[in-house]
T-cell receptor, first 117, second 111 residues
């Protein structure tokens, strides 16, 4: 079975450019999460969706960041305009969220390493 | 507020030693979930275990074991007879309300 798929795996861009990261969750999972990992701040939750609806975006650092989930099998995280301090590894994860708000484990994609110069 | 503390930043052991990774959490929720993930040098995050707040039974899986104690808000992870392949960063995490990760403990197992 395919796991969480992220693209691109590496992205190098110049400051000011728009960056779009993509994620395909595991089929059947109804929750999707975007994380950012840096040495300074560790793993931070940026936003998560349940059934394609954004539930909590309090982790999104600035208005330059936006995320969408147009359907159950695709999500994007966009940074516009990008800045050098956005350089990090961005992970997408998906999970099942059961009845009675049961939480199940999240399965992570391989990550996108973003470098903004 | 939710918080996960992994006080051990780095641990180094010699192969075959036992090692315990500490995790202390804070939450006001009565229902919550705790997780451990492994991040090997290749960078991916690998799920190890999930435990809900109503299940305080300790769990053993091969060389891995977990000790959940609500009284001390701890969810510690022990690797018995460590191996070089266990070298990784290990994260403890807390849910609901998104997922909050600890800072991680870097474990190095030397041959």
């Amino acid at each position: 079975d395919a796991g969480v798929i992220q693209s691109p795996r590496h992205e190098v861009t110049e400051m000011g450019q728009e960056v779009t990261l993509r994620c395909k969750p595991i089929s059947g999972h109804n929750s999707l999460f975007w994380y950012r990992q840096t040495m300074m701040r560790g793993l931070e939750l940026l936003i998560y969706f349940n059934n394609n609806v954004p539930i909590d975006d309090s982790g999104m650092p600035e208005d330059r960041f936006s995320a969408k989930m147009p359907n159950a099998s695709f999500s994007t995280l966009k940074i516009q305009p990008s800045e050098p301090r956005d350089s990090a590894v961005y992970f997408c994860a998906s999970s099942l969220r059961g009845e009675n708000r049961n939480s199940y484990e999240q399965y992570f994609g391989p990550g996108t390493r973003l470098t903004v110069t | 507020a939710q918080k996960v503390t992994q006080a051990q930043t780095e641990i180094s052991v010699v192969e075959k030693e036992d090692v315990t990774l500490d995790c202390v959490y804070e939450t006001r929720d009565t229902t919550y979930y705790l997780f451990w993930y492994k991040q090997p040098p290749s960078g991916e995050l690998v799920f190890l275990i999930r435990r809900n707040s109503f299940d305080e039974q300790n769990e053993i899986s091969g060389r891995y074991s977990w000790n959940f104690q609500k009284s001390t808000s701890s969810f510690n992870f022990t690797i018995t007879a460590s191996q070089v392949v266990d070298s990784a960063v290990y994260f403890c995490a807390l849910k609901p309300r998104g997922m909050r990760f600890g800072a991680g403990t870097r474990l190095t197992v030397k041959p």
